[in-house]
């Protein structure tokens, strides 16, 4: 890697340069079988296990278009507003690399089967900010090179690449922006509510797992600066396979810094290729654009035309799912949560999760209670994500519902929880078994508020005297001697009698 | 006349990883010549109700049910392979690749 790179802080580069981003997302299609060929997609697999003629590139293989892939194509371009093509082709993207096994990948260029749409994006303080889409395409993924030697203890100077094709032939759509102007020291920002926003489109729409750290999602990162937001566009570069949400925001906001630092030295930005390192969280140079980039791109011979009818695209139109933005105002609405609340559910990755437990009977504000604190809390120590902690959404509605019918209290209830996540049962077992329920039985509440009055004399008389400051006092000792399991309400209004 | 110039095939010669004479350009960049112009006349012909294709067949939307089929056996594939490890296909270092 090479020497220190000079870094223009964020702020003082955004204050005098003014970003422009442009976004390639790669999303790796949910299909039983690849895009152009029967092999069946299964992550995972044994080396070179899932590949047939086709995926290969053997001689007199010929491809067939998977209909599937077309179909949830349609629909990623619907979902992000975009004309469907009334008919478009494959093309051959010529190039040389050893995963790419016949020589050029089919992919779609002067006809793609999506164009001009837009997504409106909510940035984290609930702005929407709009980001245009110039082409969804379709084609295909590459194999995967493993590079070997050099570090690993092999002889030296022996290094070489193995290849596995089963990714080879899976179908990927990709998704084009336009530059993204407008967004100023946000760009960062942007680009990953962007990215985050397709993610979760993919999921509704039921086209793809969209696992990031699987690279069933892969960003490419364009950024260019300008002087002022009226000058032309400047020089852009290309950062490659940024794979998680963060790894967006941080990518963007490095360019930013060393393109600024780049300009200011009064050097030119070099038209690049740059590899990104989530280490280090750096980019680094790659490939330079040149003549190795022309793909002589051509239509694919072997394939006939894609020309969806409009009554297909209008019966998929019909077909598609809430959107997730509309879905998460529809549930923020129904709920009753404020828009910084409903911020947090959503940042935290617990829509679904409290959908669920409201759904199993709980109030939306218990539900939230629950999921956002205590149970947060527990997954951020146990590094866990909230689905995975040993608890259901249906045992914190039936929780809630404990603490609802005054059964337990929010104290007993922590408790039952803990219960609940040691295994010990649903929160109904837990009360019993541990014995958490509230004492609402005046007999033994009546034994504890005498107590507590014969013990403190002197806070009996300032409340006879008018001074109900130490009630509080009173009820504390009560709950305290009760083990927490007292009613405090019921509590009051029994030393409020004794106490006439 | 030439439209085809030396330089322009020995550059796509270059990009398709093909290895030609310096004799051999120069017949190329003639043939290719003769291929163009012939393209060229088809070109005249075409008026604007002639629709561009890239495909003679009248077909479109031949697709595929997203069914499985078996693979090829592993054995088979790596039978293609003039060098393989764990599996997989070994090719040489690539270039520019840390």
């Not at chain 2, 090829?72 to 690749?97: K, N, T, W």
């Amino acid at each position: 890697m090479s020497a220190a790179v000079d870094l223009v802080g964020y702020d003082e580069a955004v204050r005098r340069y003014d970003p422009v981003i442009g976004i390639e997302v790669h999303v790796e299609l949910g299909t039983r079988t690849k895009m152009f060929c029967a092999a069946e997609v299964e992550f995972g697999g044994e080396p070179n296990t899932q590949t047939t003629p086709v995926s290969l590139g053997l001689p007199g293989a010929l491809p067939v278009v998977n209909g599937k892939a077309v179909e949830s194509a349609i629909k990623i371009g619907l979902a992000l507003n975009c004309q469907i093509a009334e008919s478009c082709r494959f093309a051959r993207k010529n190039y040389f690399y050893p995963d790419v096994p016949k020589n050029f990948q089919t992919s779609q260029y002067d006809e793609p089967i999506a164009f001009d749409g837009y997504l409106d994006v909510e940035l984290d303080d609930g702005e929407i900010f709009r980001v245009e889409i110039e082409r969804a395409h379709m084609e295909e993924d590459a194999g995967k090179n493993t590079h070997v030697g050099g570090s690993g203890g092999r002889i030296h100077g022996a290094a070489y690449s193995l290849v596995d094709y089963n990714r080879a032939g899976i179908p990927l759509v990709e998704i084009v922006t336009r530059p993204i102007e407008g967004a100023g020291a946000r760009a960062p920002e942007v680009a990953r509510a962007y990215v985050r926003a397709l993610r979760d489109i993919f999921r509704a729409l039921d086209v793809s797992e969209a696992r990031m750290e699987r690279g069933n999602v892969r960003a490419d990162v364009n950024l260019s600066l300008r002087a002022t937001p009226d000058a032309p566009l400047g020089t852009r570069t290309e950062t490659k396979n940024v794979n998680s949400f963060r790894s967006v925001e941080r990518a963007v906001r490095y360019e930013v810094s060393r393109q600024a630092a780049v300009l200011d030295g009064a050097g030119t930005v070099i038209q690049e290729t740059r590899h990104w390192h989530e280490d280090t969280g750096i980019t680094t140079s790659g490939r330079v654009k040149s003549d190795a980039e022309d793909y002589r791109y051509f239509p694919e011979p072997d394939l006939v035309p894609v020309a969806p009818s409009r009554a297909w695209v209008e019966e998929i139109r019909a077909s598609l799912p809430e959107m997730p933005a509309d879905r998460r105002r529809r549930l923020q609405g129904e709920w009753g949560y404020a828009d910084a609340e409903m911020r947090d559910v959503v940042n935290a990755g617990a829509v679904e999760i409290i959908e669920a437990t409201v759904a199993a009977g709980s109030s939306a504000a218990g539900a939230r209670k629950w999921w956002m604190g205590e149970l947060a809390r527990k997954a951020k120590t146990d590094e866990l994500e909230l689905a995975d902690l040993p608890v259901t959404p249906e045992q914190i509605a039936q929780l809630q519902g404990l603490v609802d019918s005054g059964r337990i209290n929010d104290k007993l209830a922590r408790q039952a929880l803990e219960g609940v996540l040691a295994g010990e049962g649903d929160p109904e077992q837990v009360v019993v078994a541990r014995g958490l329920e509230v004492v609402s039985d005046d007999g033994p509440l009546l034994e504890a508020i005498d107590a507590a009055l014969v013990a403190q004399p002197d806070l009996v008389e300032k409340i006879k005297g008018g001074n109900m400051g130490p009630v509080g006092a009173i009820i504390g000792a009560v709950m305290k001697a009760t083990r927490g399991q007292a009613d405090a309400g019921r509590v009051r209004e029994l030393v409020m009698e004794r106490l006439g | 006349m030439s439209t085809i110039s030396r330089d322009e095939v020995a550059r796509v010669a270059a990009l398709a990883r093909i290895d030609l004479a310096p004799d051999e350009v120069d017949r190329l960049a003639g043939e290719l010549d003769v291929i163009v112009d012939a393209i060229a006349q088809v070109s005249e012909v075409a008026t604007p109700d002639v629709p561009a294709t890239s495909h003679p067949l009248p077909l479109t939307n031949v697709y595929r049910d997203d069914v499985p089929a078996e693979p090829l056996p592993v054995a088979d594939v790596m039978a293609g392979a003039p060098a393989s490890e764990d599996g997989r296909f070994l090719v040489p270092q690539i270039l520019g690749e840390e």
